[in-house]
């Protein structure tokens, strides 16, 4: 990723999973699971802080969960309640000390602290409490929300709780931990998923509700915009709410691309939701051709859909190697071109002489698009058609979705016939919003990386952006 990456958001996004679990035996193992179906949300380190009641335990590393756990050191996480992340960076990673959950001692007790999401006032709020004695051991949103809670020294915990909360901006999923009690909170626009489920009497959150099903559990609800819900050690729960107007601005890229196919999101499957704009993508940009391919893996979906409605057959046009991080990891240009040839290889015998539609679900920095063509071409491929299931991105994400920034966003800079020219392709059509949100069935979402209207003022990054002239 390139300089400019560094003006526009200079702290490591937080494109992370969350998985919590409460009065349910040998907690730990059962993070150890959540935190494994929630993988793909982050992949460069992963920790669990658990509770015995009496003691505090904290394991945490970089790299995969079936890396950094074992039998052995997951028998000293003792306790039935525990909290876990998995932690996905995006520039260099900040090593081990951005690694969550953080566990702080306090003399008002010690308080494990995870979240998922990106607060976008960290800056200020970083600087106005260094102003007032605060020294922070990581660059980590996190550590600025305990120390916010910390502050006024309030005797009643959940009063600082809500106070420390409505000073955070942007989007946020948080799980908090003490000796005997589970804090679970979401932001007020409700940009991250969250869901609560049970498990033998006791309780499970995750950032997404394909953990439930690996663990065992059952759906009990998603939590809602601006809640704070309290477990105690008897299983009794409290909901409050630390904000009065709250507003259900789901982030549009979980659907898409993000989460996993068979999550429920705010009541809606994943999968189902995406195989939904395949069809729309196929009603608004129609064109002939032999067979429909996906781009492996989270494009399959959408392809199905664009299938069905089109009739036009899907086939297995392209594999993906499995042992290949995501391309969006590897640091530089060249070496993202690399990988994407490292990653997919076309199937000779499917495409050759045909004319093929690709199915993707976004297009970001066109890197992806423009080799697959390049690949699909030389695999013999007649024609090669891209349709994209998202709307074109055309704005940077501030609430801690990789989704680049304005010089690397490819639609930012140019028209979809500029872009057409430059991945060589002989259509390329994207879903419109309206189509879009039509097929989601949906009738709001985060969608400002299509549209550039945030739902929350964006401080120093607009700062930033206004500098180049472009916001
Ligand atoms: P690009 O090659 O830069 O155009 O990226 C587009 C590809 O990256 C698509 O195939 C998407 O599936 C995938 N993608 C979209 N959003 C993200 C993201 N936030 N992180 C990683 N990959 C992504
Ligand atoms: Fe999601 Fe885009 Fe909104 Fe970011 S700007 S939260 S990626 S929809």
Avoid at 112 to 122: K, Q, R
Avoid at 378 to 402: M, N, Q, W
Wanted: proline share 3%.
């Amino acid at each position: 990723m390139g300089d400019s990456y560094i003006l526009y958001d200079d702290k490591f996004n937080e494109e992370c999973g969350v998985f919590g679990a409460i009065n349910v035996s040998n907690a730990s193992e059962v993070i150890y699971y959540g935190l494994h179906a929630l993988q793909h949300r982050g992949q460069e380190g992963c920790g669990i802080v658990s509770s015995d009641l009496n003691e505090m335990y904290k394991l945490k590393g970089e790299g995969l969960v079936t890396e950094v756990f074992n039998e052995d050191n997951l028998s000293n996480l003792l306790g039935n309640m525990a909290i876990g992340h998995v932690r996905y960076s995006t520039n260099g990673g900040g090593g081990i000390e951005n690694v969550q959950p953080f566990l702080f001692k306090h003399h008002t007790g010690d308080f494990g602290l995870c979240h998922n999401g990106n607060i976008v006032n960290s800056n200020e709020l970083r600087r106005f409490l260094e102003i007032q004695g605060s020294i922070f051991q990581s660059t980590s949103d996190s550590e600025i929300f305990a120390h916010l809670i910390k502050k006024d020294n309030q005797t009643n915990r959940v009063e600082a709780i809500k106070q420390a909360l409505n000073r955070l901006e942007g989007a946020f999923a948080f799980l908090a931990m003490t000796r005997d009690k589970l804090y679970i909170m979401r932001d007020k626009n409700s940009l991250r998923p969250l869901s609560i489920g049970t498990l033998n009497g006791g309780y499970v959150v995750s950032s997404e509700t394909c953990a439930f099903e690996v663990v065992g559990a059952k759906f009990l609800r998603d939590v809602l915009p601006g809640e704070v819900i309290i477990i105690d050690e008897k299983s009794n729960i409290t909901s409050d709410f630390y904000a009065q107007k709250t507003y259900k601005n789901m982030c549009a890229m979980e659907y898409i691309y993000f989460s996993r196919p068979d999550s429920d999101i705010e009541g809606i499957n994943v999968h189902t939701s995406r195989k939904e704009t395949g069809r729309a993508l196929a009603r608004e940009n129609p064109v002939d051709a032999d067979i429909i391919i996906w781009v492996p893996d989270s494009s399959v979906s959408a392809a199905l859909g664009y299938s069905e409605e089109s009739k036009i057959p899907a086939e297995m046009g392209l594999i993906k190697n499995r042992y290949v991080g995501r391309t969006f990891i590897t640091p530089s240009q060249k070496m993202r071109e690399k990988g994407v040839k490292m990653k997919l290889s076309p199937v000779r015998s499917i495409v050759n002489g045909k004319r093929v539609i690709v199915v993707d679900d976004s297009m970001v920095r066109g890197t992806t698009a423009k080799k697959i063509i390049q690949l699909l071409r030389d695999a013999g491929a007649k024609e090669v058609h891209l349709r994209i299931a998202s709307p074109p991105i055309t704005h940077p994400c501030f609430y801690g979705v990789d989704t680049s920034t304005y010089d690397e966003l490819i639609m930012a800079r140019c028209s979809i016939n500029e872009v057409k020219e430059m991945i060589k392709a002989d259509s390329l059509a994207y879903i419109s919003v309206e189509g879009f949100l039509n097929a989601m069935g949906r009738s709001q979402l985060c969608l400002s990386c299509f549209t550039g209207n945030y739902p929350t003022y964006i401080y120093q990054d607009i700062q930033e952006a206004n500098k180049d002239g472009k916001f």
